[in-house]
């Protein structure tokens, strides 16, 4: 160990003798960032908007939203319209802070392999996502996408629906989570879908 | 200008100001020796 | 001076053998999800779909593969550059069963569909947990060494070292705050721009003090090392390490331009993102100015060729990231492959080549012993260079092709290209030359850990403990 012989010769630009300075400079420094950046931020209206107008995850959404991120769709599809005339032509009108207000995680996405879903909502109905997500090659030969027909055959497991809905503070009745009875996994991914792009009320 | 512009190109000064004394300060003729010593050092044999 | 303490390399052979097993299974895997890409019927059982083994290809490589060769080589830094023993040897043997274990633990609760969706952060929480505990001893051990060093003045790898040990703590709990719901689902306290925003703040300082710092630190004392020559100027590091560190922390949102996140931290972002070129490149300029008179050793020493190719990735991947980073840019190239191309200049060029430095100098001396084959260390090279340069640039032709497909419009505001799939399908022409290049990587890296295990198996019984 070392005795630092004169106190004051020894400065906080000799912080490469004092590996304890050193540790405390380097995690000031690191926080300096992240308070800018990424703390304070969470307490800015800005980045959290109201959430009056913004309809809640039903049951069934919100276990097949839990399915959504299980099979992993955020590796290559995104929720994420940016406001470029050739996304907004594409897919709909560009995403707000609103859209994504209560997603505890968010699933905004990074990898386009499979196009952006944030408005697929308003895109296909019930019957065109059960075909789909059996055999996306039935419907784009030359799809990419891996087969999900085995959805059909997984009963929802409801066991905790009634927690996370608790958890994440979303209303809810009895009664629905009575009506999750004889659901399938395929029934719960194919509400969250219908709801990409309706969050508002 | 309003509070805005001057915080920002308050930080931005401070920042510069303290990158430029460290600058100063460790590429100063007198601390060099100092400062470069240890890349001597472990070059030196330090037992298998 | 009498050698009062021999160091102690069981702990670094531990986790340098578990590197090189979890290097494997995480390039396995790749090579799989790369063809799944093009060959969808390769998904098979939900155990093996893309959406579950993605993740697992960047936590085997992330965890198994970069973070134990950090542990390996660390704990054999601490040792020389503070020329004194190991501190707390049984935490390290502890830390070494324990790290597997939770490997292991990791990779089934992926390939279960375990994850909290968050990129390089899908592990659910108890996982998380036991990567703090083992963070905890990794950190013990780190700085339980440095504290009773007998070198006063700390090398500039001893700084990065540190600085490993302190970020990764504050982003990895900073992103993993969650509200569990059961032992296998958990929510984030976050929600929405905020919950991005965490992310990738997390996201890209996972890559400052994972791919960045613990690489650094590696090169930075394998090169002069090696070279038998100083370093070019160790007052530069200074200044690099520093506004590194500082600046790293400013850039998360560049991975967010074009959201609703607000304005001014894209902006802030984009600015630092720019800025961290320069100390970046104080890092390059070290090593090219180590070299300098004597470039003549890239053709007479394979290790010399790893560390230089290293730096330059290194050099190259931090200009094209601030490039990338510029809002018109990634108007163009976010979302598509040409991301995917970037990573993987920094993570198979960068990363890699610095870590196969750091073994092919380490290990042979720890074993006192010579490398098996210089040969096979050679055609490990340029096996690596070629695998790395095929993947990148078939990413970054697709990246922009696609990219500019997706923007193409007629005069009167429609899409040229209106059906996706039109823009995806000709990528799998390259796809296929990009899971060629990560063959070619392979067989590079078997050759290493062939050439590593020749050199081990041969090395004499009676080495240091």
């Known amino acids: 160990m070392f005795v630092d012989r004169n106190i004051t010769e020894v400065t906080i630009m000799d912080v490469d003798k004092k590996p304890v300075l050193f540790i405390i400079l380097a995690v000031v420094t690191i926080l300096a960032g992240t308070l800018a950046t990424t703390f304070i931020p969470l307490f800015m209206g800005t980045a959290s908007p109201s959430r009056e107008n913004i309809k809640f995850y039903t049951a069934l959404e919100l276990e097949g939203r839990d399915i959504y991120i299980r099979e992993g769709c955020n590796n290559?599809?995104?929720?994420?319209?940016?406001?470029?005339?050739?996304?907004?032509?594409?897919?709909?009108?560009?995403?707000?802070?609103?859209?994504?207000?209560?997603?505890?995680?968010?699933l905004w996405g990074s990898k386009r392999t499979g196009p952006d879903l944030a408005r697929v909502g308003r895109k296909y109905p019930a019957a065109w996502h059960v075909i789909h997500m059996k055999s996306p090659q039935s419907m784009y030969p030359k799809s990419n996408m891996p087969p999900y027909a085995w959805l059909a055959d997984r009963d929802l497991n409801t066991k905790y629906t009634e927690a996370k809905m608790k958890t994440l503070g979303y209303p809810y009745t009895a009664a629905d989570l009575r009506a999750l009875e004889g659901k399938t996994e395929m029934d719960a991914i194919i509400a969250y879908l219908l709801r990409l792009g309706n969050e508002l009320r | 200008m309003e509070l805005k512009a001057w915080l920002y190109f308050g930080f931005t000064t401070l920042l510069?100001?303290?990158?430029?004394?460290?600058?100063?300060?460790?590429?100063?003729?007198?601390?060099?020796?100092?400062?470069?010593?240890?890349?001597?050092?472990?070059?030196?044999?330090d037992g298998e | 001076m009498a050698q009062e303490h021999a160091y102690d390399y069981r702990a670094v052979k531990g986790f340098a053998i578990s590197s090189l097993f979890w290097g494997i299974v995480g390039l396995l895997i790749g090579i799989l999800i790369s063809l799944q890409l093009v060959y969808p019927q390769l998904n098979v059982t939900s155990w093996l779909t893309y959406g579950r083994l993605r993740p697992l290809h960047t936590n085997a490589l992330i965890f198994g593969f970069t973070i134990p060769a950090a542990f390996s080589i660390f704990f054999y830094l601490v040792q020389r550059l503070g020329r004194t023993q190991l501190a707390f040897p049984g935490l390290a043997k502890a830390l070494l069963y324990l790290f597997n274990t939770a490997i292991v633990l990791a990779a089934l609760s992926l390939f279960a569909g375990m994850s909290q969706s968050k990129e390089y952060s899908e592990l659910e929480w108890p996982l998380d947990l036991v990567i703090v505990v083992i963070w905890v001893m990794f950190a013990i051990i780190i700085i339980g060494t440095i504290v009773k060093r007998k070198e006063e003045q700390m090398y500039v790898s001893l700084w990065y070292i540190l600085a490993t040990v302190v970020g990764v703590a504050i982003v990895f709990i900073g992103n993993n705050l969650v509200v569990p719901v059961s032992l296998f689902k958990s929510?984030?306290?976050?929600?929405g721009a905020n919950d991005a925003n965490v992310q990738w703040w997390f996201g890209h300082n996972a890559v400052a003090f994972v791919f960045t710092t613990i690489p650094l630190?590696?090169?930075?004392?394998?090169?002069?090392?090696?070279?038998?020559?100083?370093?070019?100027?160790?007052?530069?590091?200074?200044i690099g390490f520093w506004s590194l560190v500082f600046a790293y922390l400013w850039t998360g949102a560049h991975h967010l331009i074009?959201?609703?996140?607000?304005?001014?931290?894209q902006t802030v972002?984009?600015?630092?993102?720019?800025?961290?070129?320069?100390?970046?490149?104080?890092?390059?300029?070290?090593?090219?100015?180590?070299?300098?008179?004597?470039?003549?050793?890239m053709r007479t020493s394979y290790l010399v060729k790893f560390i230089i190719l290293g730096i330059t990735f290194y050099g190259l991947q931090t200009l094209q990231g601030p490039s990338q980073a510029i809002r018109a840019f990634s108007a163009l190239t976010h979302?598509?492959?040409?991301?995917?191309?970037?990573?993987?200049?920094?993570?198979?060029?960068?990363?890699?080549?610095?870590?196969?430095?750091?073994?092919?100098?380490?290990?042979?001396?720890?074993?006192?012993?010579?490398l098996y084959s210089v040969k096979i260390a050679n055609a490990h090279f340029w096996l690596v260079l070629m695998g790395q340069l095929i993947y990148s640039v078939t990413m970054w032709i697709t990246g922009i092709r696609q990219g500019a497909m997706w923007q193409a419009m007629e005069a009167d505001g429609s899409l040229v290209y209106s059906n996706f799939i039109d823009t995806l399908t000709p990528n799998y022409a390259f796809w296929n030359m990009r899971t060629a290049g990560?063959?070619?990587?392979?067989?590079?890296?078997?050759?290493?850990?062939y050439n590593l295990y020749k050199t081990i198996r041969l090395a004499p019984k009676a080495s240091s403990a």
């Open chain 3, 217 to 238: 630190a590696i090169f930075y004392y394998i090169l002069p090392k090696t070279t038998q020559a100083p370093l070019y100027s160790h007052r530069l590091s200074i």
């Open chain 3, 438 to 449: 990560g063959i070619i990587f392979f067989a590079g890296f078997l050759l290493f850990v």
């Open chain 3, 269 to 297: 972002a984009i600015s630092f993102s720019i800025f961290l070129i320069a100390p970046s490149w104080a890092s390059v300029i070290n090593g090219y100015g180590t070299m300098k008179g004597q470039w003549e050793q």
């Open chain 3, 258 to 265: 074009y959201t609703p996140l607000p304005d001014w931290i």
């Open chain 1, 76 to 106: 290559c599809h995104t929720q994420m319209v940016r406001p470029l005339k050739f996304e907004t032509a594409r897919y709909g009108d560009y995403s707000t802070l609103a859209d994504s207000a209560i997603d505890r995680p968010h």
């Open chain 3, 187 to 191: 929510y984030s306290v976050y929600a």
């Open chain 3, 335 to 370: 979302f598509t492959d040409w991301v995917p191309g970037h990573v993987h200049m920094g993570t198979m060029g960068w990363v890699t080549m610095t870590i196969s430095a750091g073994f092919y100098y380490m290990l042979p001396r720890i074993y006192n012993t010579e």
């Open chain 2, 16 to 45: 510069t100001a303290v990158l430029a004394y460290i600058i100063v300060y460790y590429f100063r003729g007198k601390r060099k020796d100092r400062v470069e010593q240890p890349k001597y050092r472990m070059l030196e044999e």
